[in-house]
């Protein structure tokens, strides 16, 4: 089984930063691909990026595209994501995925996610 723990969320001002980590526990880590989804109240749980198991395949959406990046450290069981220029419409609870066999930016292709750490942008 693979276990998932985001940390990273908080309070930031319209154009701040922030980094959000995802801690995997489980020994096949390395052969999932590992994805970001957020979800804002009322709306239906959206991609925000994916990373293949090698780390050398990135997607993002279009809506971080350019002030996101992701990564991943398979050594240290390590997923990131770093978010630039923070808009008020980032605003959600964003989720570690694991998985993605098929479809790395469809939740549905997941197989573990995290409880969510939530991030908040101020105007």
């Known amino acids: 089984q693979v276990q998932l723990v985001e940390s990273g969320g908080g309070l930031v001002q319209a154009g701040g930063s922030l980094r959000l980590s995802c801690a995997a526990s489980?020994?096949?880590?390395?052969?999932?691909?590992m994805g970001w989804f957020r979800q804002a109240p009322g709306k239906e749980r959206e991609f925000v990026a994916a990373i293949r198991w090698s780390g050398t395949s990135r997607y993002y959406s279009d809506s971080v595209k350019g002030r996101s990046t992701i990564s991943r450290d398979n050594a240290k069981n390590m997923v990131y994501l770093q978010m630039n220029s923070l808009k008020p419409e980032d605003t959600a609870v964003y989720y570690c995925?694991?998985?993605?066999?098929?479809?790395?930016?469809?939740?549905?292709?997941?197989?573990?996610w995290g409880q969510g750490t939530q991030v908040t942008v101020s105007s």
């Open positions: 995925a694991g998985g993605g066999a098929g479809g790395v930016t469809v939740s549905t292709k997941y197989d573990y």
């Open positions: 489980g020994r096949s880590f390395s052969t999932y691909a």
